[in-house]
């Protein structure tokens, strides 16, 4: 036992690493959940699920972002990203999806995925699950992301937004009218609030996909891709 | 991921899954820095991230121990494990016991599928993931209390693993509702949108092409050496016909006859004080007086003038007259001796006479084509300009650029002329093609209204300094004598020969809602501030 006494001790310096990280864990989260905000603020204007006279424009990532002002829609929106903000920082989500769903049918016609991507720690389980060798090349990429400025991330984010912008130019128009459903991939233990129920995955029939930009934060990284359906003409 | 797992379980696991021997062997001969990372794994894995099955395999191992105690060998040291994995939650000392229960009797393992199971292990690490070794008879049996449940979970989980899901994650929607947009959006009407609204048709400023009001002025003289139209600050419009002056209340619309001069002589000139309580009223007699409005009575006469008064500015107390033999009189108001000052410089009727709003230079216009720029402090002009070919009754001082003057010149001339009134240079000019009877600059936008005569009889409005005509009103069958331009500066008042009294919004505001001067009650009849003192 006095060995494993000893190896405790020897994780002490290692320890005081993760809680500088946590202290960042908490600042990335708010990058990400402000990021998912805006993103489907973005998406629900770009998309035409309200009309463009209910959103304003703000500064925002150096863009002229479009947040909604429908009293609505806004409280709507900050139910689902008060809960956003407890998982994101606790780690429980894996993926964020924004499904555009047909009103009257209900069919998803476009399904906007965002996937999150615990760094630091996750990422060094990960990568040593894979082959062993590895271990000491992992810590060193778990470096490199740590010198991330504030100003490179937002000019990551910015790239996003500029690309979901720029995606109404190859999907296809949105026929009828259309609502919108945010589904979470939750960890088994993750706590859930009754708002929350259980969902199928709302995946797009003979889906096209598009990978957009990702973005990575000191401890998260975030990809975005877009499914959509291809027109019946094709 | 699996791999990693008998670590996390207990420091004391022997790895006793037989389906994965391979695994084990690097980690046994990895490098120092392999535990810590494992120990790193394992406390977030304590907090619940991940599971995976093969790590509740290595948990499940020592839990089972007891009822299982056929035990496979899993042929590696274990205790070489055990020293390198600490779970920093675990307490020594039961850690200790259960290193020493393990050496003792972890030699063979005989596979028991609801103790291996995904969903056994799930179940206790729900339970109390963290628990201390010393509870392992509790936790056993509280294990078996889900016994029911815990073979259909264990098919799942093995399902699910065969199918290669994580079965851990759940799909999560946010179930209210998301609110009905309130129309259809047809999304290729925005795809042209300007990010930011403009201005769109309704705000777009419209010159209008009817007068906003039109009023009866019956007798008006025909004569455009008069000036016989004035606007004061406080709403009133006088206006003098023939003989009549009448005052037009635009707040209130009420019209009173404020004077009639005597038989044989006729109003040539009407100026309104800068309080709006008095107006100066130049007649043909060469007489100069001045009516208090409210009172409805004379306060003085000022008489002097050899010929008719056709024109009048007043600088505070000072009111300037311009008469038809040229010469020009400045009077002061307050005292007895009226006359304090007399500029003689033109040579026929001076029919343009204006102060400019510092009251430092004057500038008149006569019929002898001349304009002359007056300091107050000198008798003599400051400058003399000879460029217009006509008669100049048209001046005008812009409001937003001091030195600025706008003259007018009559029918064969047609030309306003722009001054510096500090150089004396001549700055712009515009030819509008038909004689300019007066000039208003606008006091909300950068523009310039000129009244005109024969032949085209219109309103044109001119922006300034680029000089492009933005608008023309076709408002009057005739030319249109006299101009004013309300307190607000919103709306232009121009009187014509043909007997009429028109109101025209040309610099109505855009965006903000003006109330109008004409026909609407700016609120509290407020009392007319006397600010002179005339005797």
């Known amino acids: 036992m006095p060995a494993s006494a000893k190896s405790q001790d020897q994780h002490e310096p290692a320890k005081a690493a993760p809680t500088r990280s946590k202290l960042q864990l908490k600042g990335s989260s708010k990058v990400v959940a402000e990021f998912f905000e805006y993103s489907i603020n973005s998406i629900l204007f770009q998309r035409g699920i309200y009309p463009p006279e209910d959103f304003q424009v703000v500064k925002k990532y150096g863009l002229n972002m479009l947040l909604t002002v429908d009293e609505e829609v806004k409280s709507y929106i900050r139910r689902i990203m008060m809960q956003l903000n407890k998982w994101i920082t606790g780690g429980k989500i894996s993926k964020l999806v924004v499904a555009i769903v047909a009103l009257d049918t209900g069919e998803v016609a476009e399904r906007w995925q965002f996937d999150i991507e615990v760094l630091s720690k996750g990422a060094i389980a990960r990568k040593t699950t894979s082959v062993a060798d590895k271990e000491n090349a992992v810590p060193e990429s778990g470096m490199q992301t740590k010198e991330k400025s504030v100003d490179e991330i937002q000019s990551e984010i910015q790239a996003i937004i500029r690309q979901i912008t720029a995606s109404v130019t190859f999907l296809p128009v949105l026929e009828g009218r259309h609502t919108f459903n945010v589904l979470v991939y939750a960890d088994g233990d993750a706590q859930v609030p009754a708002e929350w129920i259980d969902s199928d995955p709302k995946e797009v029939r003979d889906a096209e996909q598009v990978k957009l930009r990702s973005f990575s934060t000191n401890s998260h990284k975030v990809d975005t891709m877009v499914a959509y359906r291809l027109g019946n003409a094709e | ?535």
Request: glycine share 8%; hydrophobic share 30%.
């Open chain 2, 1 to 535: 991921m699996s791999f990693s797992t008998p670590i996390k379980s207990r420091p004391s696991v022997a790895n006793c899954t037989p389906s994965r021997p391979s695994y084990q062997q690097p980690r046994l001969d990895s490098s120092p820095l392999t535990p810590r990372q494992y120990a790193q794994l394992t406390s977030s894995f304590l907090s619940g991230r991940r599971r995976s099955p093969a790590a509740a395999q290595g948990k499940s191992c020592i839990h089972r121990q007891p009822s299982s105690p056929l035990r496979l060998d899993s042929g590696h040291p274990e205790s070489a494990l055990t020293g390198t994995g600490p779970v920093s939650s675990t307490p020594k000392k039961p850690a200790k016991k259960q290193l020493y229960r393990t050496s003792v009797q972890g030699d063979r393992f005989i596979p028991s599928r609801s103790s291996t199971s995904t969903a056994m292990s799930k179940l206790e690490s729900e339970s109390k993931a963290s628990a201390a070794s010393s509870d392992i008879s509790s936790s056993s049996a509280s294990s078996l209390s889900y016994q029911p449940n815990m073979t259909a979970l264990a098919y799942q989980s093995s399902v699910a693993e065969a199918c290669g899901l994580a079965l851990n994650t759940r799909i999560l929607a946010f179930k209210p509702e998301a609110p009905q947009s309130s129309k259809p959006i047809d999304l290729r009407s925005q795809y042209n949108r300007p990010l930011k609204p403009l201005a769109n048709a309704q705000l777009r400023r419209r010159l209008p092409t009817s007068a906003e009001r039109i009023l009866d002025a019956p007798g008006i003289r025909d004569d455009y050496y008069l000036n016989l139209l004035d606007w004061s600050c406080n709403s009133q419009v006088a206006i003098g016909l023939d003989r009549d002056l009448y005052v037009w209340n635009a707040e209130t619309g009420t019209v009173t006859n404020l004077l009639q001069t005597r038989p044989n002589t006729y109003i040539s000139g009407i100026k309104w004080s800068g309080d709006g309580a008095y107006v100066a009223v130049g007649l043909s007699d060469g007489d100069v007086q001045i009516w208090d409005a409210e009172e409805g009575e004379k306060v003085r006469s000022m008489t002097g003038h050899a010929a008719r008064v056709g024109v009048m500015s007043w600088d505070r107390h000072i009111l300037s007259s311009g008469c038809r033999d040229g010469s020009i009189w400045n009077h002061d108001v307050r005292i007895a001796e009226h006359k304090v000052s007399e500029y003689v410089n033109h040579q026929a009727e001076v029919c343009g006479l204006q102060w400019r709003s510092d009251g430092s230079q004057l500038a008149s216009g006569g019929n002898d084509n001349l304009v002359n720029i007056w300091d107050a402090r000198s008798s003599t002009p400051k400058f003399t300009k000879t460029n217009h070919k006509a008669a100049v009754k048209a001046l005008a001082w812009c409001p937003w650029q001091l030195n600025l003057l706008a003259t007018g010149g009559g029918t064969y001339d047609k030309h306003i002329h722009f001054w510096n009134g500090t150089t004396g240079a001549r700055v712009n000019s515009i030819d509008t093609g038909s004689q300019v009877t007066s000039l208003q600059w606008s006091t909300t936008y950068k523009e310039i209204v000129s009244s005109h005569g024969y032949p085209d009889n219109n309103l044109a409005i001119w922006s300034y300094p680029s000089l492009v005509k933005n608008g023309e009103i076709q408002g009057h069958d005739t030319r249109v004598l006299s101009s004013a331009l309300s307190p607000d500066g919103s709306t232009l008042a121009t009187v014509a020969s043909d007997e009429n009294l028109k109101f025209w919004k040309i610099f109505e505001q855009i965006g903000k809602k003006v109330s109008s001067a004409v026909g609407e009650t700016l609120g509290s009849g407020k009392d007319i501030a006397k600010v002179m003192m005339i005797r």
